[in-house]
């Protein structure tokens, strides 16, 4: 399974990007969703989607201003990014996991990882 992430960019803060992560799908993983991580800091969840009931789940940094979405048909996750904050500056991850709902904001349990791309937020 490869996944490849684009999209990213440099953006003003109250800017938008959005973000997507082709080669998704069922055989990538129950979940497929987007992580982040900023310099110096640890991999943190973002935000997933179950593929198969689209059920959709955020960390609360993000709720209300990012939107996952999913496109069966073109086999993509993407990740629609509104009102851009610095905070949000970080290189972005796609990834896909067959773990429970308990496991979902764990990184270590995705097996599956694109190879990310730069998000940067100016003030």
């Known amino acids: 399974v490869q996944l490849q992430a684009s999209g990213g960019g440099l953006v003003q803060a109250g800017g938008s990007l959005r973000l997507s992560c082709a080669g998704a799908g069922r055989t990538s993983g129950r979940y497929m969703g987007w992580f982040r991580q900023a310099p110096g800091k640890e991999r943190e969840f973002v935000s997933v989607i179950n593929w198969g009931s689209r059920h959709t789940y955020y960390a609360d940094s993000v709720k209300g201003r990012f939107t996952i979405s999913k496109d069966a048909n073109k086999n993509t996750v993407d990740l629609q990014m509104n009102d851009l904050k610095p905070e949000d500056t970080a290189v972005y991850y796609c990834?896909?996991?067959?773990?429970?709902?308990?496991?979902?904001?764990?990184?270590?349990?995705?097996?599956?990882w694109g190879q990310g791309t730069q998000v940067t937020v100016s003030s």
């Open positions: 990834a896909g996991s067959n773990t429970v709902l308990s496991g979902i904001r764990d990184p270590r349990l995705y097996a599956h």
